[in-house]
């Protein structure tokens, strides 16, 4: 990995630990695709999963007095590592150039629905019967692409959680499918030594820059960070389909 390459994962991860710190979520969002990008989908599932795991620890804690009912915590968590193991073995099968193009169309979809869809609110009866469907189809897309997000964050957006009972539930969602992927990664063969390093050090950058996110969080309005970051999302999403077109 040469030294361009390791400002920009650099970069990536540090944006991500940011729109982590001030939102509890997304450095996969930007991670993902900037590393699918460099490298291949592949390579940028494999780097996501410690970050996914280690910071996730410690916001689960920290938010622990969520009022959320375990019940509808554990459907999800346990339908997201389901499908984290089912979304790995297709990793492992599918073609990389078909997984970066469904990347990106997953990401314009995301973001088109965020621009479209505001205020849709979904009734919350209703999303705990289907918590473990949705974290089932969350965990395929974050096992197979690396993001969750399309499903997952919109699924919670839908019912207006507040900040401290999104952050709790989505940690323990992180947790429990980094700790499916990884074991099946390794005997895949998609998670390397190497790699397994170079997402350790990712830890670095966005760790470091989580406070920053919180601290932009009282001085710059959501919807203006969430803003910028749909843009982000949209350019990254239409370079990984065009990118993809012309090979």
């Known amino acids: 990995m040469d030294i361009q390459n390791i400002i920009i994962i650099a970069a990536a991860f540090a944006f991500g630990g940011i729109l982590k710190g001030a939102t509890g979520a997304g450095a996969p969002l930007l991670a993902v695709p900037t590393l699918a990008i460099i490298y291949d989908v592949p390579f940028a599932v494999a780097m996501i999963v410690l970050p996914n ?27 997201g590592a389901l499908g984290a193991g089912l979304g790995t073995i297709g990793l492992s099968v599918l073609d990389k150039s078909l997984l970066s193009t469904g990347l990106g169309i997953f990401i314009i979809i995301y973001v088109l629905f965020r621009v479209t869809n505001p205020s849709w609110v979904l009734d919350f009866k209703l999303a705990q019967r289907f918590a473990l469907i949705v974290g089932t189809l969350a965990g395929c897309l974050q096992g197979v692409s690396g993001i969750s ?5 919109t699924f919670f957006n839908s019912i207006n959680l507040k900040r401290s009972d999104f952050i709790f539930i989505i940690s323990i969602f992180f947790i429990a499918m980094g700790l499916t992927q990884l074991p099946v990664q390794i005997y895949l063969g998609i998670m390397t030594m190497e790699r397994f390093g170079y997402s350790f050090l990712s830890l670095i950058p966005l760790v470091l820059f989580m406070p920053l996110g919180s601290f932009l969080t009282s001085h710059l309005s959501a919807k203006t960070f969430n803003k910028i970051i749909l843009v982000l999302l949209l350019v990254l999403g239409l370079k990984l389909i065009i990118e993809n077109m012309s090979i």
């Open 53 to 79: 795991i280690v910071p996730n620890i410690w916001q689960t804690w920290q938010y622990r007095r969520s009022s959320l009912p375990r019940k509808f915590v554990f459907s999800f968590a346990s339908g």
């Open 149 to 153: 997000g399309p499903v997952s964050l």
